[in-house]
């Protein structure tokens, strides 16, 4: 099923109310056809147990294209029901580690669960020397796996990295797949990607700050995954925490107007960073700004 995940309604009467927690939103109406977007992860650096690092896939058919690699991207995809030889592409916005702390486990768990392509890795310049680091970390690893009595194949331990320049970066006979710069503080390369599948355009901002590049790669596009920080929480914070922020995220009220703009079929937020705000205070900033679907987006949830 397509679409925001959905409980029995007899565990839906069962669940207990928590104090000051609003119950939850209306799931949406399932996505039909053949591409489909899962979250496997929508938090930030914060160690937040619901939330693992950022990852989503897109699944086409049966191909399954990974967009960055935060922690926990393995396990959420086998929760998702993903097979773990499918796991081969993955496409990295930037090297913040919250981004791509993930990968040693995405290039050897599915090896070890009898992946034998290699990791085929996209990303921007510095992408090729962190996964030769990672696999010269765990040479040791897999000199014992090849060699003792463990049964492993030769090659799906390795990494290919690709390392990308703005424009299409990979097609195949099921996507198309543009990288464009955005604007993320310091960082000199960052992008988002816009992916062309046969039935849905999907476009993930990456970490960014409001991006002109954004507004026109996700114009009338069936799903923008866009990362969202609340602006009354932040107002909050220490000036050098809002310099910072500032300069690399996208606030709840500036999201909205990008969106408004953009007018995307579906607005869904992740890497979300609530600053001490509640979810409906965000979500209220985001709906001031844009009439269109906003979906507050959640580990496993479904598109």
Known sequence: MLGRRLLPIAALVALPLVAGR???????EPATGRARVILLGSGTPNPEPARQGPATAVVVDDAVYLFDAGPGIVRRAAAAGLEMPALRRAFITHLHSDHTAGLADL???PWVLERSDPLDLYGPPGIAAM?????AAYAEDVRIRLDGLEPANPSGWEARAHEVAPG???????????AFEVDHGAWERAYGYRIEAPDRVIV???DTRPSDAVREQARGADLLLHEVICEAGLAKRTAEWQAYHRSSHTTGPELGRLAAAAQPRRLVLHHVLLSGCTEDELLAEVRGEFAGEVILGRDLDVF
């Open 131 to 135: 996964a030769g680091h990672l696999q």
């Open 204 to 206: 993930i901002a990456g």
């Open 168 to 178: 299409e970066v990979y097609r195949d006979d099921r996507v198309r797949v543009i």
């Open 107 to 109: 290039l050897l768990t």
């Open 22 to 28: 609003p119950p939850p939103e209306p799931a949406p």
